[in-house]
């Protein structure tokens, strides 16, 4: 069965780095697009990135609140799934979830249909 099970999530302080890992089974992981999403409390969920099947040319993609700051990457061969989060800020404190595209609705607008626990990351002084 389809697992995705997040991990790298904590406690940082503002400015500095997380790095978050997904490690992706039971379903061949170099043919699906991916994202990272994120749920803050009391907030509705929001997208973050997102990342095309291959990890040779990948297309990359990102919410504008994280360009810049924050890089999406997979290794095929591991089947894992990353994102580097740098200069980290209080906003950026939310659950992160990866997430399996299931279709494509439109310019960063994508449906999942499997999704991981999450991890949460805090960032707080």
């Known amino acids: 069965q389809v697992q995705l099970v997040e991990s790298g999530g904590g406690l940082v302080q503002p400015g500095g780095s997380l790095r978050l890992s997904c490690a992706a089974s039971g379903f061949t992981f170099s043919r699906f697009w991916m994202n990272w999403v994120r749920q803050a409390p009391g907030k509705e969920l929001e997208w973050v990135s997102a990342?095309?099947?291959?990890?040779?040319?990948?297309?990359?993609r990102y919410a504008e609140s994280v360009k810049g700051r924050f890089t999406i990457s997979r290794d095929n061969a591991k089947n894992t799934l990353t994102l580097q989060m740098n200069s980290l800020k209080p906003e950026d404190t939310a659950m992160y979830f990866c997430?399996?595209?299931?279709?494509?609705?439109?310019?960063?607008?994508?449906?999942?249909?499997?999704w991981g626990q999450g991890t949460q990351v805090t960032v707080s002084s």
């Open positions: 997430a399996r595209v299931g279709r494509i609705k439109g310019p960063n607008q994508y449906e999942y249909d499997f």
């Open positions: 990342i095309s099947p291959s990890d040779r040319d990948s297309d990359r």
